[in-house]
């Protein structure tokens, strides 16, 4: 199927793809969406975008969940959760306009970019989101003309070396800072609700995050014992998932911070700002070989996506997906899997066993829904993937990228 980029058009809703209950990742179900759809693809699952949120909801009850947009902005991820009862969390003018598009009561995000220009504050506000996020004076200086709309939480850093992206170096205050900021706020008349931290996102386990919470909930003790009494702690993302390297479950993960949280004062809000966990595992990308060659006694296969498409991941968030050919494994040889582009570091994998690939032969990546399709770009002129959202064999794309 001849396609010219962001201008293809799909068919919405009415066609039912596949059945219902047919599992969308399985090879047939691929094979199908290819010879309907063309390559490359990138498909969205919202029955597993419902079922990663259900998994984490109940491995942290009692914790309202904000589905940072970041890792996969699309309409049809955010409409799923927004059915499940969930709570989304911005930080752009760009993710403000999408869950607006798509009816997101606004009392139901929050903004959490802790440095913003005022026509981001503004824009969040007109909307009605009322929910900031700063980690220092001159941000929170920012608001003394929003006081009476706004409140804050006030971002503390936990450095993380541990997970894979540590979001702790370029945001977030030191926790001795934090006295001195809230002292200040109460000068400017500025509302802090409470306090937030990201330790990092595909976190190898969850000691930073329990030591986070430990030292929070000093904090929050301290300024209530100067009457400055905070009632919200949020504990950022960084939930890890499955990639070519398995992580822990997610209940063993979450089981010490349930544990931690237990002991918080009674009334304090605890909500998460899960992205990767939720997005990651929802979608895979399809791609095909374009061409191949023998080189130096290995099989160099040419994609029609790469590191500058769905794979943008490997360079930027540092992930190595599961990627395989889709048809079955025969007798296998050493093999590379390139993208399409001219430039040489668009390689996939240089290391893998594949079984002999003919041009067409399908490649599939899985796991592939956080931080891909999001950073790619149409570098070299070759289209980012079509996404295919589906829901339980339903077309769920509203035809507009996203
Ligand atoms: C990126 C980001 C998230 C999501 O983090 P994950 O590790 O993908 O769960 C949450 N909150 C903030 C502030 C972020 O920047």
Redesign the pocket.
Known sequence: MAKAAGTCRLPIGEALELDPGQDLFARESIEHLVKRYGSPLFIIDAERVRAQYRRLAAALPNVDL?Y?L??LPHASVIRTLRDEGAYF?L?TNGEVALVERLGVAADRCIH???IKRDGDIRTALDYGVTRF?ADNPDELRKFVKYRRRASLLI?VSFRSPEAV?D?SKK?GCAPEAVADLLALAAELGIRIEGL?F?V????AGSAMLVHAVGVCRELMRSAASKGQPLTTLDI????PVDYAQASLPIEEFCAPIRAALASMEPGVRVIA????????PAAIAVSSVMGRALRDGRWWYYLDDGLYGSYSGQMYDHARYPVAALKPAGETFPSVLAGPTCDSIDVINEDLELPKLEVGDLVVGRAMG??TWASASDFNFFPRATVLALDRGHLMQDGRQP
């Open positions: 904000y940072a970041k890792p969390d930080a959490t970019h802790p996020v971002r992206c979001l945001f937030s990201h990092g996102s595909q976190s950022g993302g960084g939930f700002e899960p992205g990767r966990y939720i997005a990651a956080a931080y």
